[in-house]
């Protein structure tokens, strides 16, 4: 049941203006993710939990993985980086 939630929350998102704008930035995206960055924020995030909260809507927790990982030099960068294709 959770994964189906997760699913269609993804697929929604997917279908929104800023989904959209994400999937014509595919390749860039998957730049970012395999940079250095991207490996240095892997290695900082807890995926287990982030995956738990999410399964189970723990908003707070994925405030706090998030607000954490932005408070990283690596991590503000990728969001910076992520921002500036947002912009586009």
Do not use: C, W, Y
């Amino acid at each position: 049941m959770e994964n189906k939630d997760i699913n269609r929350q993804a697929a929604d998102f997917l279908g929104s203006p800023e989904g959209r704008k994400l999937s014509e930035h595919k390749d860039e995206l998957e730049q970012l993710v395999q940079g250095e960055d991207g490996r240095r924020v892997r290695e900082l995030i807890n995926a287990e939990s982030v995956r738990k909260a999410a399964q189970t809507g723990d908003v707070e927790a994925l405030k706090g993985a998030v607000s954490s990982l932005l408070a990283t030099p690596e991590g503000a960068r990728l969001a910076g980086r992520l921002r500036d294709i947002m912009e586009r």
